[in-house]
């Protein structure tokens, strides 16, 4: 089998990947839907794929991996993979899971990153009244996560959060000491919250990044003894082009409560340190950033015989990585907690796509056994949300 094509269109504004063959399979792949100026970033690979053996996946891979990098630029290869597993996976008429070596969970747990409620204001009422919410969702989430800190834009909340001046438009301030008024601040919301989880679900905290090795240490500590699954980007991630581990190195040790990064990070050799080191408790690399879902099992894996826990984040996956990060957590080790659940947004993307739904039950999914992703779309349906230059994108 060999690739003809590799198309590209901006859908809901995520940029999604379709790589067709000369069999008649195709694959799809997709990244955030916050990322629609990618489109050219995904062009640019299609002369060092064409004419490749789409079932081969590492040897395609190796040929484009090397010229990608962190978030958002690995996204590019990261959908190009998930959409040759898709392809492969329709080929040997298999679900991706059993081309990784199959499952040890048939269903796997999601943890709730972003299905959120409007919150009137920011006072600890607020944020416990918001909680209750989330806690009170359907899903039944196990594990919900909430913004802190710089994260949770607190520094735009109250005027001395911290000791430092925004330069950026952007949604983060740079780096910062926090005050110690805003550290009571932060205190007290994040105890709001953790009074209306109780014992029944574990609170995760998005962070950063930005925080100084000080505070993040003094955040951990504080909330020791508290229900808090883990501590997100303090230091660097989201959008930092970097690693540090030697920051993380100053904390994790000297405290028990759960430190995570990872959600920026581009391939398997930047997470070597963070590893090696023990420098974080959790990671949390994104299947649609990190150059896919092949690479994220050797993350684990590796992360696992160093005692370290894996929750993947996702948040605007959608769809397509949902399909991608289902398959993945079904292969995972036993160091998996829980990947962030993306959804279909805007809800027409299940309109678009047949196949499998990706229910939520109790914070899990089943995972799916159509061969491939588990997802294809209705070209008929689709056709009416591409964009008038992408008119081609089901063609062939
Ligand atoms: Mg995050």
């Known amino acids: 089998m060999k690739i003809t094509d590799l198309k590209v269109a901006i859908i809901g504004d995520a940029p999604v990947v379709r790589i067709t063959t000369d069999e008649g399979i195709d694959g799809v792949g997709a990244g955030e839907t916050t990322k629609p100026y990618l489109k050219p970033m ?20 190796l040929g484009i991996r090397r010229m990608g990098s962190f978030k958002p630029w690995g996204t590019a290869v990261s959908a190009i993979e998930m959409a040759l597993w898709d392809i492969a996976g329709k080929a040997a008429g298999l679900p991706v899971y059993k081309l990784l070596g199959g499952k040890i969970r048939d269903k796997v747990q999601v943890y709730n990153g972003n299905v959120r409620f409007p919150r009137s204001s920011n006072e600890p009422e607020d944020f416990a009244e918001n909680m209750q919410k989330m806690k009170d969702h359907p899903y039944n989430f196990s594990i919900i996560k909430d913004s802190v800190s710089f994260h949770g834009g607190m520094h735009r909340q109250m005027d001395d959060f911290y000791y430092g001046t925004p330069v950026t438009t952007y949604r983060y301030p740079n780096r910062g000491g926090i005050t110690p008024k805003g550290f009571k601040y932060m205190m007290k919301r994040i105890e709001a919250m953790l009074d209306v989880l109780g014992d029944d679900v574990g609170l995760a905290l998005d962070c950063g990044p930005g925080m100084t090795v000080s505070d993040a240490l003094k955040l951990g500590r504080e909330l020791e003894g508290s229900n808090i699954m883990w501590l997100e980007d303090m230091l660097t991630g989201d959008y930092s082009p970097f690693v ?32 090696e080191r023990n420098a974080v408790n959790v990671l949390g690399p994104d299947v649609a950033d990190v150059g896919g879902i092949a690479e994220m099992k050797f993350i684990c894996e590796y992360a696992d015989l160093h005692g370290i826990q894996f929750a993947p984040h996702g948040t605007f996956d959608g ?70 230059e992408d008119t081609g994108f089901f063609d062939n």
């Open 244 to 275: 540090l581990a030697d920051l993380y190195t100053q904390v994790t040790p000297y405290t028990s409560t759960p430190i995570h990064t990872g959600e920026q990070i581009y391939l398997r050799q930047n997470f070597v340190e963070l590893i």
């Open 319 to 388: 769809l397509i990585g949902l399909a991608a990060q289902t398959h993945m957590a079904a292969v995972l080790p036993d160091n998996f907690i829980a990947f962030e659940l993306p959804q279909a947004k805007p809800e027409w993307w299940l309109d678009i796509m047949e196949g499998e739904r990706f229910n939520v039950t109790d914070s899990h999914i089943e995972v799916p056994d159509i061969p491939g992703l588990g997802v294809s779309f209705i070209p008929e349906e689709a056709k009416r949300y591409l964009r008038e």
């Open 42 to 61: 995904v062009e640019f690979y299609r002369d060092m794929i064409i004419g490749k053996d789409p079932t081969d996946v590492e040897r395609v891979m």
